[in-house]
């Protein structure tokens, strides 16, 4: 099984900071975010990964090279135009394969065990739900006996497992991954999980020097 790590958003919130370097490459905790990714992966047993990038792209690529030092095989997916993230994946899936493949957002933080996803995928998508951060107090999606409904409960963790079957019928280059979701949803493709334990979404410059902050404190 294959993982994807999202990687190509400018990062315009963290402005000053992403003017010079990618978002996924801001440290915390004396390590770059997407470093906690590629050493959680490597841990739960994925030995592929592929990272899409665009916004100084070649910076990503330079520093962390073919993925050996992380114990996985990197490949890149090169993007030359904004995709957004549905069409971004899609872009990536001639890396990905034809089976199920696990997708991370290279700018959040967590302690989640990703060997938890290696299972067989019931349906379209399994997405990882969170409690609701202080900044996005309704949340994405409600999940109900192991099937996620489109109706506010808890927040998309920016985990899933996505199958390329979900992707199928698009043909334009660029869009959102959030509609195809929820069009899954609505023929009941879609499971889901509610994880508990330490997520931060790293979108602002004072939500990176909180998760600096926790990492300190975990040693």
């Known amino acids: ?20 370097t990618p978002k996924p490459l801001l440290a915390a905790g004396g390590k770059r975010l997407i470093e906690y990714h ?11 990964v592929v990272i899409n990038h665009a916004w100084l792209g070649q910076q990503i690529e330079d520093y962390l090279g073919d993925g050996a030092r992380y114990g996985v095989a990197i490949e890149y997916s090169r993007e030359t135009e904004p995709l957004e993230t549905g069409g971004g994946i899609r872009h990536a899936l001639p890396l990905l394969g034809d089976a199920p493949f696990v997708v991370v957002n290279g700018d959040i933080w967590t302690d989640y065990d990703f060997s ?3 299972g ?7 997405l990882v739900l969170v409690d609701n951060p202080a900044h996005h107090p309704e949340g994405d999606f409600s999940l109900v006996e192991g ?10 963790s920016g985990i899933a497992v996505l199958h390329p079957d979900l992707f199928d019928g698009h043909g334009e280059p660029a869009f959102k991954l959030a509609p195809l979701l929820r069009r899954a949803m ?3 493709q879609v ?6 334990g330490q997520w931060i979404d790293v979108g602002t410059a004072q939500r990176l020097t909180e998760l600096d902050r926790l990492l300190a404190e975990r040693g």
């Open 147 to 156: 099937q996620v409904r489109d109706q506010p409960g808890l927040t998309y």
């Open 186 to 188: 609505d023929v009941g």
């Open 1 to 20: 099984m294959k993982a994807m790590i999202l990687a190509a958003g400018k990062g315009e919130r963290m402005r000053p900071l992403t003017l010079t």
């Open 116 to 118: 938890r996803l290696r």
């Open 38 to 48: 590629l050493l959680a992966l490597s841990r739960a047993g994925f030995a592929e």
């Open 120 to 126: 067989p995928l019931a349906g379209h998508a399994h």
């Open 191 to 196: 499971t889901g999980e509610h994880y508990q």
